[in-house]
């Protein structure tokens, strides 16, 4: 962690004098005020942000973590990481221990983003001791970041965009390839939607869209709507019950669809939609155990697409063993959380340096998507 100058500065600055000697008062009240000065120049940016991530564990999060360490400390910005290990309880305490610690800033991905209980009660911790607070990545609703006007954004992305631009890719992709997809040939394309989270707005769009706009792309084209594989399941998708959007979660429903559903039977799941690439690679991995998805595209490939783009993902688009995925632009969203915290910390215009295309009012940045296929 980087420690600011000012006062190394001002002791440097007191025995320089010390050392001359014989200074006149005129030539000290000078000296005292360059030193003074020069202590506020570079204090500007003074102070410590605190950034408190859901969990260390989840794969993008981490890639914003390294990205966001290394803007921080390119900028010369003190910062203290916390794990809330997926826990609201838990980071609503670190919270309090980094206000107490004197924080400066706020930067926050909240746990439970399924109600604003938890973001205002943060807010209300914050606004107590006028500390500024940045949410970033998972959604925060507007009435909550404006309830604290003008020392609290939200830096993420237009979660809708990210379900509507999959289910988009996806329609192209079947439409191109639908007979060699349609294994059992029986004109319909069946799917597995692996989503992340219950009640979490990214969570929610992504699996809406991601099934909506596919199946358009596919009715315009004069196929048929995608087919959810297990007709029982009324929702249409399954659940990280954990709410960690894991690999293990959707591996190990993998491998229980493929003890069941297979091209023997003639049921075989032969598309796999995932609201993350974590849940994309657990899937992956649960379909070549089962003898699909080699790494070179040999034998039959199971068609599956995420949300991040990942470096785990992007090596396995690369492979042949998964076919397409939304780039969520970790080290954007880093550069944007860090330009904002040294503008809280200096006292600047919130949203100095911050691309005014990307602004929603006074309250959000968003972060553009982009899709990764391996061909870009």
């Known amino acids: ?3 600011f100058l000012s006062i190394t500065l001002a002791a440097a600055l007191a025995l320089s004098m010390a050392a001359c000697g014989g200074s006149s008062s005129e030539e000290t009240a000078t000296a005292d005020t360059d030193t003074e000065a020069a202590a506020e120049e570079s204090s500007a940016v003074d102070g410590t942000v605190a950034v408190l991530y859901y969990t260390y564990s989840d794969t993008y999060i981490s890639s914003v973590r390294t990205a966001l360490d290394a803007a921080f400390d390119a900028a010369g910005i003190a910062y203290q990481d916390y794990d809330s290990n997926a826990s609201q309880t838990t980071q609503t ?71 509507h631009m999959q289910g988009q890719l996806i329609g192209e992709y079947l439409v191109e390839n639908y007979d060699t997809i349609d ?31 596919a199946d358009a792309v596919l009715t315009e084209a004069g196929y048929p709507e995608l087919s959810f594989y297990d007709e029982s ?13 894991s690999s293990a979660a959707a591996n190990d429903y993998m491998q229980t669809i493929l003890s069941q559903y297979s091209e ?29 998805n080699a790494e070179g595209g040999e034998g039959t490939v199971i068609p599956v697409f995420g949300v991040d783009a990942t470096d785990a993902a992007k090596a396995a688009i690369q492979a042949g063993t998964m076919t397409g995925t939304i780039k969520q632009d970790a ?18 215009e919130t949203f100095d340096g911050i691309d005014e295309a990307n602004l929603v009012g006074t309250w959000r940045v968003n972060i553009p998507y982009g899709t990764y296929t391996g061909e870009e």
Do not use: C, H
Request: hydrophobic share 40%; aromatic share 8%; no cysteine.
């Open 264 to 292: 023997a039977n003639g049921n075989m799941v032969e598309l796999v939609i995932a609201n993350n690439d974590e849940m994309a690679i657990g899937a992956i991995t649960a379909l070549q155990n089962a003898g699909y």
């Open 93 to 163: 305490e670190q919270v309090s221990t980094a206000i107490a610690q004197g924080a400066s800033v706020l930067v926050v991905n909240l746990v439970d983003s399924g109600s604003d209980d938890a973001a205002q009660n943060i807010i209300d911790l914050a606004s107590a001791q006028n500390i500024p607070v940045i949410f970033f990545n998972r959604s925060v609703s507007e009435e909550v970041v404006t309830s604290y006007d003008g020392n609290s954004v939200f830096v993420g992305t237009d979660y809708e965009l990210a379900g």
């Open 233 to 245: 399941n009324s929702n249409k998708y399954l659940v990280d019950q954990g709410g960690l959007w």
């Open 1 to 3: 962690m980087k420690k």
């Open 331 to 348: 080290d954007g969203m880093a550069e944007a959380i860090a330009v904002i915290s040294e503008n809280y910390m200096a006292g600047s």
């Open 183 to 213: 294994l059992n040939g029986d004109g319909t394309i069946s799917y597995v939607m692996f989503k992340g989270q219950e009640g979490n707005a990214e969570a929610i769009a992504r699996t809406q869209y991601g099934v909506e706009d």
